[in-house]
Nanobody
Framework: QVQLVESGGGLVQAGGSLRLSCAAS????????MAWFRQAPGKEREVAATINWTGRSTYYTDSVKGRFTISRDRVRNTVYLQMNSLKPEDTAVYYC??????????????????WGQGTQVTVSS
């Protein structure tokens, strides 16, 4: 059974940092794109950051560029999201996602078939 388990969420003051981790089990995703999506209250789920299978290509939505960094450890089957200079508008449930084996960088939720349960990130002002 494939599982993606997120950790590292919590409550932080504006300007602070958090590091999210997503550990995958049940199959290897070393050849798959992985991503972090987020969903704020009353809003649709949106992509925050994605990374291709090698880890050498990344994508960030405009609102997090320069503040968030996505990375992966293909041996540990884990993806990370380092979030710095957090803002109240970053408050959301953050979801880890993994796609099928593919060389391309994927930015649409339709390209991801495995999802974690989510971890809450709350940034206070």
């Amino acid at each position: 059974q494939v599982q993606l388990v997120e950790s590292g969420g919590g409550l932080v003051q504006a300007g602070g940092s958090l590091r999210l981790s997503c550990a995958a089990s049940g199959r290897t995703f070393s050849s798959s794109p992985m991503a972090w999506f987020r969903q704020a209250p009353g809003k649709e789920r949106e992509v925050a950051a994605t990374i291709n299978w090698t880890g050498r290509s990344t994508y960030y939505t405009d609102s997090v560029k320069g503040r968030f960094t996505i990375s992966r450890d293909r041996v540990r089957n884990t993806v990370y999201l380092q979030m710095n200079s957090l803002k109240p508008e970053d408050t959301a449930v953050y979801y880890c996602a993994a796609g099928q084996a593919d060389a391309a960088l994927k930015t649409s939720s339709r390209d991801y078939i495995y999802w974690g349960q989510g971890t809450q990130v709350t940034v206070s002002s």
